[in-house]
């Protein structure tokens, strides 16, 4: 392949993060051919000073997320834990998180963190007329406390995976036959 991929400019996610998706052929912004990669993606991420992103959760995808630049307090909840635990990263450091397991990024340093998050296969991601048709990342509105007080059941209804492969298809469809030239 004959090209180079740089980082965008980045966009701030419903999680209250800034995001660069830039190598991912499974959603609608980046312009890459639907076939061209489907086993990984990368985006890159910025978690500014002082900030936390909301809590998440990625039920079909596996996430690395690997500190570049500052430092990165990591917050998870797997469906077994009994309580979130946290992960203190440092520049060039990553943590993986399972499907199903709730997320949390915060930045409590002096300075932006810059990360990587290589998901594990390709992010899914559709957006059609100024609004989300499919995420593979749901963002919830509860605390900590609030989702161990419902037993970790949140309000958001997570998708299924039936709608993550109809979403699939649409891109797969509207992505046609490219390839890189």
Known sequence: MNRIFQIPAPHR?????????FLNARDNTSGMPFDLLEGFSIAAGTIETGSRSKIHVMPFVTQVTFA???ALTVWMKAAGDAQPYMLSLNPDEAVVTEPGTFLQLVNTSDQACEALYIVSPAYVFEFSDGRVIYDDSVVLDETWEQLATANGRTAKALPTLEQRRQSAARLAAASGPRRWP
Do not use: A, C
């Open 13 to 21: 996610v419903p999680d209250g993060t800034l995001v660069s998706p």
């Open 68 to 70: 570049r630049r500052g």
